[in-house]
């Protein structure tokens, strides 16, 4: 299984951005995606997992500003980022089946 993040970028504080991540190269639906962040010198956290039945949950930090969601494509996620804060500045990383990791792509929010 090959994961493919995109939608990264630069935005200013109150912006939006909206991520994907696509797994390739598996014969089953996965059900359990997740995004994960990392910001400098910080571990790794958990940022939103949508599993199986297309539940949801979200890292305190961002509820309420960022929703997970299924693509209509197989295998793809999405993250709606909205109020985008300076401290949302990480680098976003896609875990598919609880096992696959993405190469990740940067957020950066800044005016």
């Known amino acids: 299984v090959q994961l493919q993040a995109s939608g990264g970028g630069l935005v200013q504080p109150g912006g939006s951005l909206r991520l994907s991540c696509a797994a390739r190269r598996s014969t089953h639906n996965i059900n359990a995606m997740a995004w994960y962040r990392q910001a400098p010198g910080k571990q790794r956290e958990l940022v939103a997992r949508?599993?199986?039945?297309?539940?949801?949950n979200y890292a305190d930090p961002v509820k309420g500003r960022f929703t997970i969601s299924r693509a209509n494509i197989k295998n793809t996620i999405l993250l709606q980022m909205n109020s985008l804060k300076p401290e949302d500045t990480a680098v976003y990383y896609c875990?598919?089946?609880?096992?696959?990791w993405g190469q990740g792509t940067l957020v950066t929010v800044s005016s």
């Open positions: 875990l598919a089946a609880n096992t696959y």
């Open positions: 949508i599993t199986t039945g297309d539940n949801t």
